[in-house]
């Protein structure tokens, strides 16, 4: 079993800018879904893909995007940074046993 | 829509005692799922217990247990002979019954503190 990587694990971006997130899917999931969790809060489900598409979405406004690859790898992507987008930013892949999360990426916006 | 509540921000045991964190959750489903995850400071989400609703009888895992109450849609986790390595965040956690997505739905989290 490989886990699940994501990169950076720290990044610090400006009010407006654009960021892209990575995470590895563990081995034979195919499913990848990622969370977002602000400071003292539970993490709250942004999207999942499932073999390349989206197939759930949160309450999240259309600058959250991402994409699957064909190895189900993922990004999530945002777009015009907002102070409140700092967070801790959770990826997990799953099969119908469960979940395999990485270790976050701590987004700053300042 | 599914909610989880958990009514403890923070709870403290001594070490080799029991403690017990609680959690409730609304949901108009039958079939579900429910989950205690661990995080510690590493910040990876760690499956401590695991329960699906069908089963009456409680999830148990080494000195971890739950205590599920379906009909009161209550959901603790007890922890017998804490360890100072037990200290962390701990969220429980639904999710459907099938569906298109594996959703997760966490509450807020209890801190918990490990006294030696």
């Known amino acids: 079993e490989t886990g699940v990587t994501q990169s950076p694990t720290h990044l610090i971006k400006t009010r407006g800018q654009q960021v892209t997130l990575r995470c590895s899917s563990q081995s034979g999931h195919n499913t990848v879904s990622w969370y977002q969790q602000a400071l003292g809060q539970g993490p709250q489900f942004i999207f999942q893909?499932?073999?390349?598409?989206?197939?759930g979405r949160g309450n999240f406004p259309p600058r959250f995007s991402g994409l699957q690859f064909p190895n189900y790898s993922s990004e999530l992507n945002v777009n015009a940074l907002e102070l409140d987008d700092s967070a801790l930013y959770l990826c997990a892949s799953s099969d119908f046993y469960g979940y395999t999360f990485g270790s976050g990426t701590r987004l700053t916006v300042v | 829509a599914q909610t989880v509540t958990q009514s403890q921000p923070e709870m403290s045991v001594q070490e080799a005692e029991t403690v017990t964190l609680s959690c409730t959750y609304d949901?108009?489903?039958?079939?579900?799922?429910l989950f205690w995850y661990k995080q510690p400071p590493s910040r990876q989400m760690i499956l401590v217990i695991r329960?699906?609703?069908?089963?009456?009888q409680n999830a148990t895992e080494n000195r971890f247990s739950v205590n599920f109450q379906k009909a009161a849609k209550s959901f603790s986790l007890k922890i017998s002979d804490s360890q100072l390595g037990d200290a962390a965040m701990y969220f429980c956690a639904y999710r459907a019954y099938g569906g298109a997505t594996n959703k997760l739905i966490f509450g807020t989290g209890t801190l918990l503190a490990v006294q030696p």
């Open positions: 893909y499932y073999r390349e598409e989206e197939n």
């Open positions: 949901t108009s489903e039958s079939d579900y799922y």
């Open positions: 329960q699906e609703a069908y089963k009456q």
